[in-house]
């Protein structure tokens, strides 16, 4: 398992924190001294989609780190108050400036070994000119099958699910994957 990052302080009353199974648990977790509350740490949920728009994808080449510069589909973690659909979406505008509709589920992946999970929908882009570049991505672009920089992917789960996603939309027939990326 990925280590956690260290709590020094709880996160109720803000004082020092010690390691330690507590009552009624099998694993260790940081505890505060002084008023008992668990400061639990939990993986990440990053949620996004793999934006289709007739036989091509819409992939975005990141302006951020990890893996600047490399390509993935529009993705990132999600926030509280929103459904993962709602997160995908949001994540799809603010990475490609795309709005998406039609968005099912086509993949949970789980990361342990970083703590995450990752939930992926298909989509459809609204238009093909319905796209643009946003913060943290340098460039998007629609892409056919043959023409993914397959060389150039951010993310060894985004490469499975999509050369997944090629080989059922060969048969129209798409269904939920749950595995494990390690």
Same mark, same amino acid.
């Given at each position: 398992?990925?280590?956690?990052?260290?709590?020094? /302080?709880?996160?109720?009353? &803000? @004082?020092?924190? #010690?390691?330690?199974?507590?009552?009624?648990?099998?694993?260790?977790?940081?505890?505060?001294?002084?008023?008992? *509350?668990?400061?639990?740490?939990?993986?990440?949920?990053? #949620?996004?989609?793999?934006?289709?728009?007739?036989? @091509?994808?819409?992939?975005?080449?990141?302006?951020?780190?990890? @893996?600047?510069?490399?390509? #993935?589909?529009?993705?990132?973690?999600? *926030?509280? &108050?929103?459904?993962?659909?709602?997160?995908?979406?949001?994540?799809?505008?603010? *990475?490609?400036?795309?709005? =998406?509709?039609?968005?099912?589920?086509?993949?949970?992946?789980? $990361?342990?070994?970083?703590?995450? =999970?990752?939930?992926? /929908?298909?989509?459809? $882009?609204?238009? *093909?000119?319905?796209?643009?570049? &946003?913060?943290?991505?340098?460039? #998007?672009? $629609?892409?056919?099958?043959?023409?993914?920089?397959?060389?150039?992917?951010?993310?060894?789960?985004?490469?499975?699910? $999509?050369? @997944?996603?090629?080989?059922?939309?060969?048969?129209?027939? /798409?269904?939920?994957?749950?595995?494990?990326?390690?």
């Amino acid at each position: 398992m990925a280590a956690s990052a260290q709590i020094k /302080f709880c996160n109720l009353c &803000g @004082r020092g924190v #010690t390691q330690k199974i507590p009552p009624g648990d099998n694993r260790q977790r940081y505890v505060c001294d002084h008023c008992g *509350e668990i400061q639990y740490q939990n993986p990440k949920i990053v #949620t996004g989609c793999i934006p289709v728009w007739q036989d @091509r994808v819409l992939l975005c080449r990141r302006a951020i780190e990890p @893996r600047y510069g490399y390509w #993935t589909v529009p993705a990132g973690f999600m *926030e509280n &108050g929103e459904s993962v659909q709602q997160g995908a979406a949001r994540e799809t505008m603010e *990475e490609a400036c795309a709005p =998406v509709t039609d968005v099912s589920l086509y993949g949970i992946y789980n $990361l342990p070994h970083i703590s995450q =999970v990752y939930m992926l /929908f298909r989509a459809r $882009l609204e238009s *093909e000119a319905g796209y643009g570049v &946003g913060e943290e991505s340098l460039e #998007t672009a $629609l892409f056919l099958e043959q023409d993914i920089p397959w060389d150039k992917m951010a993310f060894r789960v985004v490469s499975a699910a $999509l050369k @997944r996603f090629f080989i059922e939309r060969q048969t129209n027939q /798409f269904t939920v994957e749950v595995t494990d990326i390690v």
